[in-house]
């Protein structure tokens, strides 16, 4: 990464890093390794492992704090709202970290500075580059400052979290099929296994989603849906 380009992602961030080679590797991207053929570059998986973590503790200790008259169920719906690749991508895109992935041409070509799984990917991986870098109050600063307006609308607004009834009854106002949801791949161990789920209307596929479970996927995808068919 150019340096001038470098600097101006760290003042996007709003945090200057020690190690920059951590924040160059949060944002490369596994097709850019595999198309340079660089041993001395990593790409952002393991990065993107430690990040998902980092984020679920941050989001959960302010959750805590910040609404403690709520109950563990409420809290982990929201937890599960914020924390999720469409969300993840939507917050990305906020602070344009698309124009900083570094992708092997087949994926630039493809248009994954704007995929949603590359950007809540490399989004984690970054979060997990500034905790090491610059330490957890530092990551709990930039978690906080880009998360807290989907936190306040999820927990506040009291905003559905229903989102696979709400696209079912959707369907059946406007006489359209109902939602099947359709596994479209699995991946990691038994025990830390990551479900991946089509939402499909008819024979068009309106939704995706990941999650730690079948049903967290399916209200994922069922969200994306549900945006799509309101536009």
């Not at 979060?127 to 306040?152: M, P, Q, T």
């Not at 607004?157 to 359209?176: A, G, M």
């Amino acid at each position: 990464m150019l340096e001038d380009k470098l600097v101006n992602f760290q003042k996007r961030l709003g945090c200057f890093f020690h190690n920059t080679n951590l924040l160059i590797e949060s944002v490369t991207h596994k097709s850019y390794i595999n198309e340079k053929k660089n041993k001395n570059r990593k790409d952002n998986e393991i990065l993107e492992f430690l990040g998902d973590a980092v984020l679920n503790l941050i989001v959960s200790e302010y959750l805590i704090k910040t609404y403690p008259h709520l109950l563990e169920g409420e809290l982990s719906k929201i937890r599960a709202m914020v924390v999720n690749e469409l969300t993840l991508a939507d917050i990305a895109r906020r602070i344009n970290l698309g124009d900083f992935l570094l992708l092997g041409s087949g994926e630039e070509q493809s248009g994954g500075r704007n995929k949603n799984s590359i950007l809540a990917n490399a989004l984690e991986a970054v979060i997990a580059a500034i905790y090491s870098d610059c330490g957890l109050n530092e990551a709990a600063s930039f978690v906080i400052r880009n998360f807290d307006y989907i936190i306040k609308i999820s927990a506040e607004s009291k905003v559905s979290f229903d989102f696979k009834t709400e696209i079912q009854e959707f369907c059946q106002r406007h006489r359209l099929s109902l939602p099947v949801y359709k596994v479209a791949g699995e991946k990691g161990p038994e025990h830390e296994k990551i479900f991946e789920i089509e939402l499909w209307i008819g024979n068009k596929p309106f939704g995706k989603g990941r999650g730690r479970s079948k049903k967290e996927a399916e209200q994922i995808a069922a969200e994306e849906a549900i945006k799509k068919l309101k536009m």
